[in-house]
């Protein structure tokens, strides 16, 4: 039994796929397959149910997929601490990003992280935040940028990036540009436009509508908070978004603040722990990029507009440290 096969197995058990797992461990599909039957013939039982269409873990799969974990975590131990010791760090981070949020501090950091640690693979996966904090739960994902409803999802630990309050933007003409204020009563009369179940924005705009019993219609959904502006702007709905995000549509779509909505859409990143050296250190660097970032750095996908703030400088360096 060998540590590659171990890799191969979880790679498999996680993608529910061969192709897809031999896409992340950059091998051929039939590469993976080999060394698959080869770990079986080992064990002495299949590990996987290859009838159906995605890849399932048979019962005896499903018993040794914690414990190849572990073994690749231990293996993965040895040489952080051989590299702690000698002033190296190594191994592999799996960074999340949520889909329609393009964020350059992070960009920032993982640069100068990699500049400093070539001996460690980053790979960038993009995701709903639903998914990728439940990444994060697992260890599948070692740090996530995510949008949340929460200050700190369960289980895990959180820096807020961004807090922001959820408007209604609309076009000129319609009938709520020109009032002074916006409840979600006000909007039950329209179809709404707004970002799909899994975002941290949706999420809290959900929670709002449940907490009053309130059922809008959700008429279309994108991820991107450039097509939902688009959306709006030509009268097929009113557009959910943040503070920031509708400001870089001011020159076609009037914003206002959802009066009875005071639960804020977070930006944050989030983390399981901080056992790995390769985790705290690239910590060291996020914090560092993502105080040092000008307030004018609306980023296009997004459109978030990354608040600097004294005190949350401090506060993130203390988090990290």
């Known amino acids: 039994m060998e540590l590659r096969q171990l890799e191969y197995f979880v790679a498999v058990a996680e993608e529910q796929s061969f192709t897809r797992a031999a896409e992340r461990v950059h091998i051929s599909q039939s590469g993976v397959s080999a060394q698959i039957r080869q770990l079986e013939r080992e064990l002495g039982a299949e590990l996987f149910d290859r009838s159906a269409r995605n890849a399932t873990l048979t019962v005896a799969g499903k ?62 996966l993009e995701d709903n935040s639903d998914r990728l904090v439940e990444g994060v739960r697992t260890g599948a994902v070692d740090l996530a940028l995510v949008g949340t409803a929460t200050a700190t999802p369960g289980g895990l630990n959180a820096l807020t990036i961004i807090s922001e309050r959820l408007v209604v933007a609309v076009p000129d003409g319609h009938p709520l540009a020109k009032r002074r204020r916006v409840t979600l009563r006000d909007l039950d009369a329209y179809p709404i436009v707004c970002m799909p179940p899994g975002t941290g924005l949706r999420t809290v705009f959900d929670q709002a509508c449940a907490a009053q019993s309130r059922q809008p219609v959700i008429a279309l959904q994108a991820s991107a908070a450039d097509a939902i502006a688009d959306l709006a702007a030509r009268g097929l709905g009113v557009a959910i978004l943040s503070e ?33 050296p390769a985790v705290r250190e690239l910590l060291v660097y996020g914090r560092q990029a993502f105080a040092q970032a000008e307030p004018g750095r609306l980023l296009a996908a997004g459109g978030w507009l990354l608040r600097r703030e004294q005190d949350r400088a401090q506060q993130m360096s203390r988090a990290f440290r």
């Not at 572990?70 to 760090?89: N, R």
């Open 244 to 276: 920031s995000m509708a400001a870089r549509y001011r020159d076609r779509l009037t914003a206002l603040l959802i009066d009875d909505v005071e639960a804020p859409a977070l930006l944050a990143l989030v983390w399981k722990g901080t056992h790995s």
């Open 63 to 124: 018993a040794a997929l914690q414990h190849a974990r572990a073994a690749l975590a231990a293996a993965e131990a040895v040489g952080q601490a051989v590299g702690e010791v000698t002033d190296l760090i190594r191994g592999r981070l799996t960074i999340g990003m949520v889909i329609g949020c393009t964020i350059t501090p992070l960009f920032d950091a993982l640069a100068a992280f990699h500049r400093a640690h070539p001996g460690v693979e980053i790979s960038l």
